[in-house]
């Protein structure tokens, strides 16, 4: 029981038999914190329900909480791989209890899971209260904690507080006695930094309120609160003291001596273990969609990567090596954390390509550094300009040449650096001029210079929490709006896309303790995210935390668009030559348009051509992928450039679909495109293209425009409907035009069987934002159980024989909402037919929805009942059917 998976199992598996819910580990990007850079404890989740703004259906909790501490308050950046026990990346355990249970279960919890579970030397046990807690004192010491093992500790050591305000209380600490071999002294002694004592357990006892003259009142509900650092607790059960000596971070140190060459010992040693660290990080954050830029959370995380970069850098490594320590992240981790081999593809590449950037700019920036010292004394620190010209010239960070200089004895004249970076923002500002437009005001860059640039979170989610840094109107700053004022609100952080790259800006709602927003039109000024908006209910304050949500059916259709764009594109290219190249595009909730490089107006066939290539990439249900790399490395694979983006040093490269050369896909990517604007996951979810026509746009120029989704379909019904009605009129004329009659009706006919393959594609791609085939393992067997709207009961039987045509063997239960009603299909590929009978399977679907009957063969069934309503439980029946085996 001494591997972090094992320790990490027994602490979840105790904790399940007191009651509690095992939850899974949260975004290392806070949701619900806009104040936090990145999750730093387990209690952040939870944040809401600790002060009563949220209620769950359970009232104790445990988890493993993936952690980073890499800035703000909480900062072991610069200390890790020369401490034994500092990580920028951490787990930690913890038991929460949201006004269930309080000290007298919380101790003896702890206490018994140290001492029996994980077997510790009770004796080597000391513990720390709050001086004034003798509840806790009186606790220990029932249990068998002797007074002079317990320590009373006078300051906030041993207080926690959520912030100046707000719910806060006492805490008691476990503490671990290495020996007296190891320097060091226990708690609130003068050797209490040592390496002796370890504090391995906290409990904080939420049980006050404070308020802001300084007072405080018991809270009505008090809780639990506690954290146990798994690497730390590793370390331990392993007997050693250092972190980096457990099972799994030895492991990557050592996979970083074997990719730089290195012995894993002596002087080394600390350069492999910020290595091994700082590519726990990077991962775990890339893999969540954080990407390294020149901002925000992802200036964070370029720095943590730079820094174990140059570590390699200064161990030999010629060559790019951080992204070949990936499968031994994923093969120690990747079992507890999915995300991170769903991921592999995206962490290789963005660790390689920004290792290959940082080298070129290392080799350059330390030249030019070693030069810039020449010609200064011994002891004179580096001017601030000549810091300033190496970050803006050549890209060399502040902080690596402060990292650069600390090895030499040297310093940096920062106050310098920052009055050289003012006099070039001023520059900038001077340089601009606006066109009146409420977004073109030069609050901007002032907003952008006091405030910083906003963080866009919108690639991962539709719904986030802020904080209101500003609000504007008539280019100046207020403190408040009210009820149907017009505003534009910045926030710290924003999942609202800005205009750009002809997607239009999203919409919503903005919604703050005091009032309700609405977001009509969101652009983006100086890296600043501005959201016009209009208040609706109340008033929104500056500096109020904020809930921020777009309206998610307006995002789909965007979407859906966006990525049909990217297929147009390529399927014209396919259908007219390679001299098809974009010169502009609209992506709107309703529909798009896409101009293009051509001499001359296309033929029907032409756009039948195309508009039938981009509905079988759409059928294809392939998925998006998004990779950031640097813009020649993107032309060398293919990508195309959209027009009118302004590239920087990186680039978002998106890709889509199969290619098909005639004898089936190749597996060459069908489309690659640079662009920063929000996809869809998978083509599937587009739905259905219908291209309305090509026009002129202007000379050597064409227009397509076309829809998506529903609306493709809706127009299709409606083109079906005015072919019925003319065909209506021409049969009562039937002896004049027979022929034409009989061509209308053969036109309907096929129609009306593209509606009806649309539909179907539809529902096996997920719809027009829709989340495509939810496809599990279940008891080792691939199972499809999945609720469709807009497809009929007829509809079933070609679904589920195209899912047992896609793969292994497997079973799939479709229930259709046909207006109110429920039609039922169980599918059983033949190989499990003698395990599972599909008209079995049928009947305990069709009776957990209220229904009786239906039948069919082995292999397949169908049914129905009353209502659609119940389709989860039915689900979830067949589901656990299939486990029972």
């Known amino acids: 029981m001494t591997s972090l998976a094992d320790i990490r199992s027994t602490f979840l598996d105790y904790f399940a038999r007191q009651g509690h819910e095992i939850v899974s580990s949260s975004p290392l990007v806070p949701r619900n914190d806009p104040t936090l850079m990145f999750t730093n404890s387990g209690m952040v989740q939870f944040k809401n329900l600790f002060t009563g703004l949220e209620h769950r259906d359970y009232a104790r909790a445990t988890t493993s909480q993936k952690c980073v501490r890499a800035g703000g308050k909480h900062n072991d950046l610069d200390n890790v791989g020369y401490t034994a ?259 592999k593809a995206l962490m290789e590449e963005t660790l390689m390509a920004e290792e290959t950037r940082f080298k070129q700019t290392l080799d350059r920036g330390l030249r030019l550094l070693d030069e810039a010292l020449d010609g200064l004394p011994d002891d004179a620190d580096l001017p601030g300009e000549t810091a300033f010209k190496l970050y803006d010239t050549f890209g060399f960070p502040l902080d690596l040449t402060q990292d650069a200089l600390r090895e030499k004895g040297r310093l940096v004249d920062v106050a310098g650096f920052d009055h050289a970076m003012q006099e070039q923002k001023a520059k900038a500002r001077a340089a601009w001029s606006g066109s009146g437009e409420a977004a073109d005001s030069p609050v901007w860059f002032d907003i952008a210079e006091n405030r910083g640039t906003t963080e866009f979170l919108g690639y991962e989610t539709e719904s986030a929490e802020g904080q209101i840094q500003e609000l504007v109107r008539d280019g100046a700053t207020l403190g408040e709006a009210s009820e149907g004022e017009t505003v534009q609100i910045v926030v710290n952080q924003t999942p609202f896309y800005a205009e750009a790259g002809g997607q239009v800006g999203d919409t919503g709602f903005i919604r703050t303790d005091t009032g309700l927003a609405e977001v009509t039109e969101t652009r983006k000024v100086a890296g600043v995210f501005i959201h016009f908006a209009t208040v609706r209910e109340g008033s929104i304050l500056r500096g109020q935390p904020a809930k921020l949500d777009v309206s998610h059916a307006r995002r789909t259709a965007i979407r859906a668009n966006h990525s049909a764009t990217h297929l147009l594109h390529e399927a014209l290219r396919g259908a007219l030559g390679e001299h098809v190249a974009q010169r502009g595009s609209l992506n709107a909730p309703d529909r798009l348009r896409f101009d293009f490089s051509h001499g001359k107006a296309l033929s029907a066939e032409e756009l039948a051509r195309v508009e039938a290539e981009v509905n079988a990439m759409i059928r294809q249900n392939s998925q998006v992928s998004t990779r950031i790399m640097t813009p020649d490395d993107a032309r060398a694979i293919g990508a195309q450039a959209l027009f009118g983006e302004k590239y920087g040093d990186e680039v978002r490269v998106v890709s889509m679909g199969e290619a098909d050369t005639g004898k089936g896909t190749d597996g060459r990517t069908y489309s690659i495109e640079l662009c920063g604007g929000t996809h869809v996951r998978q083509t599937g979810d587009i739905g259905a293209f219908v291209a309305l026509g090509d026009s002129a746009s202007s000379a050597g120029v064409r227009r397509v425009e076309a829809l998506t989704g529903q609306a493709a379909l809706d127009y299709l019904a409606g083109r079906e409907r005015l072919l019925s009605e003319t065909a209506s009129v021409l049969k009562a004329q039937a002896n004049e035009v027979p022929e034409r009659v009989r061509a209308l009706l053969d036109e309907r006919k096929a129609l009306q069987a593209e509606l009806a393959d649309l539909r179907r594609d539809m529902a096996m791609g997920g719809g027009a934002g829709g989340a495509g085939p939810r496809e599990e393992q279940v008891n080792g067997i691939r199972f499809l159980g999945q609720r469709l709207e807009g497809v009929t009961g007829k509809d079933l039987p070609p679904i589920v024989d195209q899912f047992k045509g896609q793969g292994d063997s497997g079973v799939a239960l479709l229930i259709a909402d046909t207006g109110g009603k429920a039609a039922v299909a169980v599918g059983v590929t033949k190989d499990l037919a003698g395990r599972f009978d599909a008209v079995a399977l049928l009947r305990l679907a069709v009776e957990t929805l209220g229904g009786k009957g239906g039948g069919g063969r082995p292999d397949m069934a169908q049914g129905g009942a009353a209502s659609a309503e119940n389709s989860g439980a039915a689900i979830a029946a067949v589901r656990a059917k299939l486990e029972e085996g």
């Open 85 to 343: 026990r500092h990580l920028t990346f951490f787990e930690m355990l913890g038991n929460f209890s949201f006004g269930d249970y309080f000290k007298d279960e919380a101790i003896p919890f702890a206490w018994e899971l140290l001492t029996k579970d994980f077997g510790l030397d009770k004796s080597k046990l000391h513990v720390t209260v709050y001086h004034t807690d003798d509840e806790a004192a009186a606790i220990w010491n029932k249990i068998g904690v002797p007074d002079e093992r317990i320590i009373r500790i006078a300051t906030d050591d041993n207080f926690w507080r959520m912030g100046p305000t707000g719910p806060c209380g006492p805490c008691t600490e476990i503490f671990y006695d290495h020996g007296p071999h190891i320097w060091g002294g226990p708690p609130g002694s003068a050797e209490e930094d040592g390496d002796r004592f370890i504090e391995i357990w906290n409990v904080v006892f939420m049980q006050n309120e404070q308020f802001e003259d300084g007072t405080m009142r018991p809270l009505d509900m008090q809780s639990i609160d506690t954290g146990m650092g798994l690497e730390r607790f590793a370390a331990l059960m392993q007997g050693t003291n250092n972190l980096f000596e457990t099972d799994l971070l030895r492991s990557i140190v050592e996979a970083a001596a074997h990719v730089t060459n290195r012995d894993p010992e002596g002087d080394t040693l600390p350069h492999l273990r910020v290595m091994a660290d700082h590519l726990r990080t990077s991962s775990f954050l890339i893999a969540e969609g954080v990407l390294p830029s020149n901002e925000g959370r992802g200036y964070v995380l370029r720095r943590i990567m730079r820094r174990a970069m140059r570590h390699a850098h200064l161990l030999g490594a010629k060559d790019p090596v951080m992204h070949r320590l990936v499968p031994e992240l994923i093969r120690q981790m990747g079992g507890a954390y999915p995300e991170l081999g769903q991921a």
